[in-house]
C-alpha cells in the first residue's frame, strides 16, 4: 500500500451529513480511482480519474463526487450521507501495470 | 463489460493441504486478469497477475493460477497452506487497456486450520 494514503482511516456519520475521504499519492501516477467494498459483494468502482482535470463515473457513482485538481489528490465527496453508503472505501492508483490499494476507510451512516 | 464469478464463498482447509479457489470471467474483450489478498480490517495486496505471455503465473509465497482463455477461468492454487494465507481471496478482471478498471469477483474466505 507504499504511496497511497486515505483519511480518515474511520468516520461515523449522521444521514444528511457531508464529508470529504481524502486519497493522496506519491507515486506520480496518472490513474485513480475509488471503489468501495460491501460484505459478500467484493469491490465495486464509484469514479476514476486519468489524469488532473479529468473523471469519469465507475459502476456505482450515485451520492458521490470526486474532482482531480492534482496529480496527487483525489478527494470523494459525499454531499448527503445516507445509510447506503455505509462501506469500506479504497482509493487506488495503477502505473507499471500494477494497481496499488489505499490502507481503507471505514465509513457507517447512522 | 467484465465480470467475474467467485465459485467458493468459503474454503475450510487443514494446515498444510493444497486449495484451490476457483475464478471464471465472462468478457467481449481480451482481458487482464488479477488475485488480491486482503487480511482482517487491511487493504489489498496484489497477489499475482496475468497481463500476457505464459499462462502460468506465480506468486512469491508459493501461490499459482493458470489463465485458461477456452474455460475463461484464472484459478488460484497453493500446494500447501499455512496459517497465516487465512485471509479473503480476490478475483478481478480489466479489460487490456491502460486504465486497469477492475470488477472484482465477491471473494472467497479461505480458512486455515491447525
Known amino acids: 500500500n507504499a504511496g497511497v494514503t486515505q483519511t480518515p482511516k474511520f468516520r461515523i456519520l449522521k444521514i444528511g451529513q457531508s464529508m470529504t475521504l481524502q486519497c493522496t499519492q506519491d507515486m506520480n501516477h496518472n490513474y485513480m480511482y475509488w471503489y468501495r467494498q460491501d460484505p459478500g459483494m467484493g469491490l465495486k468502482l464509484i469514479y476514476y480519474s486519468v489524469g488532473a482535470g479529468i473523471t469519469d463515473k465507475g459502476e456505482v457513482p450515485n451520492g458521490y463526487n470526486v474532482s482531480r485538481s492534482t496529480t496527487e489528490d483525489f478527494p470523494l465527496r459525499l454531499e448527503l450521507a445516507a445509510p447506503s453508503q455505509t462501506s469500506v472505501y479504497f482509493c487506488a492508483i495503477s502505473g507499471g501495470n500494477t494497481i496499488y490499494f489505499g490502507e481503507g476507510s471505514w465509513l457507517t451512516v447512522v | 463489460a467484465q465480470s467475474v464469478t467467485q465459485l467458493d464463498s468459503q474454503v475450510p482447509v487443514f494446515e498444510e493441504a493444497p486449495v484451490e479457489l476457483r475464478c471464471n470471467y465472462s468478457?467481449?474483450?481480451?482481458?487482464?486478469l488479477f488475485w488480491y489478498v486482503q487480511y482482517p480490517n487491511q487493504g489489498l495486496q496484489l497477489l499475482l497477475k496475468?497481463?500476457?505471455?505464459?499462462?502460468l503465473v506465480e506468486s512469491i509465497n508459493g501461490f499459482e493460477a493458470e489463465f485458461n482463455k477456452s474455460q475463461t477461468s484464472f484459478h488460484l492454487r497453493k500446494p500447501s497452506v499455512h496459517i497465516s494465507d487465512t485471509a479473503e481471496y480476490f478475483c478481478a478482471v480489466s479489460k487490456r487497456s491502460n486504465d486497469y478498471k477492475l470488477s472484482f469477483g465477491a471473494g472467497t474466505t479461505v480458512t486455515v486450520r491447525a
Open positions: 468478457s467481449s474483450v481480451s482481458v487482464y
Open positions: 496475468y497481463l500476457s505471455g505464459s499462462t
